[in-house]
């Protein structure tokens, strides 16, 4: 399964790109979404080997619940506020501000990190009293596009995904909507930095699919040792 993925999560190059090769990325990056939200979909096989159900999708994480709360949490922060930024007509604006969120989003773990040592610390932050709690310093999570309503509810995980990778199909279209943008290589560094971030998210989505696959595979083999040979 390993080359299967790696040719799902694959970004593009780091040497000079052209319009043409954008545009056949941006389409494989697509085609890549789409692929995911079938398997959160359930029901479907997963590359061409075992069929992944609903309820496998549901129980799947082999990890710390809180952890995978904590990043499904920030997986649908992202996919809100991705969706509050698509209305930017202009590429070249969208495509910064979706920079910029991006970049708010993986700092968001360190800002959290801050404010907390600087609670339990009983530091003062920068231009107000500890009981100030409208005085924030620049670095404490103010974020000019990441947007983190408070969510009074656990979350699921699959219909996260499902919202997250809509999102981003819609996206990831805008990117050559313009192709004189397309053509200022700017525009594709910036593409591109996004692309890498977003291409950890795939690739943590790819390996809990695959995990799910790995077990379900083990389960029927597990399954036919365990059949009398006559009823095989």
């Known amino acids: 399964m390993e080359l299967a993925l790696d040719q799902l999560i694959d970004g593009l ?35 061409s080997t075992v069929i992944i159900s609903n309820d496998m999708l549901v129980t799947m994480h082999h990890e710390e619940k809180a952890k995978v709360k904590k990043r499904v949490t920030k997986w649908f ?9 698509l209305g930017i007509p202009s590429s070249t604006d969208f495509v910064r501000a979706f920079s910029q969120l ?33 005085s924030q310093p620049p670095d404490a999570g103010v974020y000019t596009y990441m947007d ?26 805008k990117f050559t909507e313009n192709s004189e943008a397309c053509r200022n290589q700017a525009f594709i560094d910036a593409v591109m930095k ?18 799910v696959a790995k077990n379900r595979v083990k389960e029927e083999l597990d399954m036919l040792l365990l059949t009398p040979p006559e009823l095989m």
């Open 102 to 134: 991006v970049s708010e989003y993986e700092n968001s773990d360190n800002d959290s990190r801050r404010n907390l040592k600087r609670i339990f610390s009983g530091k003062t932050p920068r231009g107000g009293s500890t009981g100030d709690q409208t």
């Open 77 to 85: 922060h992202l996919g809100y506020s991705i969706g509050t930024i």
């Open 148 to 173: 983190t309503p408070h969510l009074p509810f656990d979350i699921d995980h699959v219909p996260t995904v499902l919202g997250l990778f809509e999102v981003l199909t819609l996206a990831y279209s």
């Open 194 to 211: 996004i692309d890498g971030k977003i291409k950890k998210i795939i690739g943590v989505v790819m390996k809990d699919l695959d995990f």
């Open 13 to 47: 190059p780091t040497t000079h790109v052209s319009f043409e090769t954008l545009r056949d990325f941006v389409k494989k990056r697509i085609g890549t979404f789409q692929y995911i939200i079938k398997m959160h979909e359930g029901n479907s096989h997963f590359l």
